[in-house]
């Protein structure tokens, strides 16, 4: 029924057709709607997943204008959105501008909100809604401003603002002569001599990264992003000690990642993982699998080095649940940007930091896991595990066996 109840407000004139043709199927196949391979069912979720898209873009683009009634100043708005989401997204608005009286007019129907109560109307026309007020100037100028040349990517900047949106964007009529001038800005910026940053915003920016922390909001939009960010985290006490995070690297397409426990003294100074020892034996087992390092993303559960002194050396310890806990956040971040087929966890606490659960790795290990993003996970030991193990037979029987691990993870790719 909740598929149902967005299908139904999809312009497509069939949907109808599909829905009752799912409701007969259902009779005798209760689990229909589990199979989302099953045409129907793909279907039905994709022209879902359309009008929620509708429903995200009518809250991003719905342009307010100023009028003036008896009552005083009111805003209206004139937006087509691509499916009928209007009764859907209106709450977003009641809530949003709760203070304003407002009315969104469409071609399917229209909202009203005096401040107490939500009501709609009929269908409306272009010409029923103002054209501009006295506050679009000023919009369209802060837009201006703001319109980076050396960033702009229009296919990406299309797809998030597509084309159709662009007649009820006041900022919209800019975007052409913007785009046609970025080349030649972009040039000037380049060359223009440098600026001394404001020595006192310097030293307050530098002390709240110092002593601020990451929010979950935060999303970063490429691997160097995430690379900067993770050096400013405050999620957890491990910063305090360590030298510095240490995020992944490898390729930002990898078929397969390769997740690890944290960060060791060496990678800790060198800002890299697996440079070390741990690091060199994976080298020669995955060379041994027929598996290209240089191919692989590989990352840590944990970006800060956990330890423990000792005299001038600085012992490992072991991160609990609530470090990793923390974070994985960082994880799934680089998991979101790299969208690897394959994720190799190395441990318990990889395991921990990949499937946010806790698992018995000898049970586990070598067995294929679907995640929730449709790729795909396996459990295996970790390299530092095979250098601790004193006896020499049972060393190399357990090499053998990881490499059999890593082998196993090549066929999944």
């Not at 960010?229 to 990642?257: F, H, N, S």
């Not at 240089?294 to 050396?313: C, D, I, L, Q, W």
Request: hydrophobic residues 40%; contains cysteine.
């Amino acid at each position: 029924m909740d598929i149902a109840q967005e299908v139904i407000l999809h312009r497509s004139e069939d949907r109808f057709d599909l829905m009752y043709r799912l409701l007969w199927r259902l009779k005798g196949e209760p689990d229909l709607m589990k199979v989302v391979s099953e045409g129907d069912v793909a279907d039905a979720l994709e022209r879902a997943k359309n009008v929620g898209r509708a429903s995200h873009k009518m809250k991003a683009f719905v342009r307010f204008r100023a009028v003036e009634d008896d009552a005083g100043q009111a805003f209206v708005a004139w937006f087509e959105p691509a499916h009928r989401v209007l009764e859907k997204t209106s709450g977003f608005f009641q809530r949003r501008f709760t203070t304003m009286r407002w009315s969104i007019l469409t071609p399917d129907g229209s909202c009203f909100w005096d401040g107490k109560d939500l009501a709609f109307g009929p269908p409306a026309r272009a010409e029923d809604a103002p054209q501009d007020d006295e506050v679009e100037e000023f919009w369209k100028t802060y837009y201006a401003s703001t319109f980076n040349p050396a960033r702009l990517k229009t296919q990406t900047m299309q797809g998030e603002m597509p084309k159709r949106y662009w007649k009820n964007l006041p900022e919209a009529s800019l975007i052409p002569e913007l785009v046609a001038a970025s080349h030649a800005r972009t040039e000037e910026m380049v060359a223009a001599q440098h600026t001394e940053p404001n020595a006192r915003l310097a030293k307050a920016i530098a002390r709240s990264v110092r002593d601020g922390s990451w929010e979950e909001g935060f999303v970063a939009g490429d691997l160097d992003e995430l690379r900067h960010g993770v050096q400013a985290c405050r999620r957890c006490p491990l910063y305090c000690d360590a030298t510095q995070g240490v995020c992944g690297e490898g390729p930002k397409t990898a078929k397969l990642m390769i997740v690890g426990e944290q960060p060791g003294d060496q990678e800790d100074l060198a800002g890299r993982p697996f440079v070390g020892p741990a690091g060199q034996v994976l080298d020669q087992a995955l060379a041994e699998a027929g598996i290209d390092r240089s191919v692989v993303y590989v990352t840590n559960a944990v970006k800060h080095f956990k330890h423990e002194p000792r005299g001038k050396r600085r012992l490992h310890k072991t991160p609990n649940q609530s470090e990793v806990s923390a974070c994985r956040w960082w994880l799934d971040q680089e998991r979101r940007l790299v969208r690897p087929k394959v994720t190799l966890a190395m441990g318990g606490t990889a395991a921990l930091g990949v499937l946010n659960r806790k698992v018995a790795v000898t049970q586990e290990r070598g067995q294929a896991i679907a995640l929730s993003d449709r790729s795909m996970a396996m459990i295996t030991v970790h390299p530092s595990y095979l250098l601790r193990i004193p006896d020499e037979e049972v060393r190399v029987r357990e090499r053998a066996a990881f490499v059999r691990d890593l082998k196993a993870v090549r066929d999944l790719l």
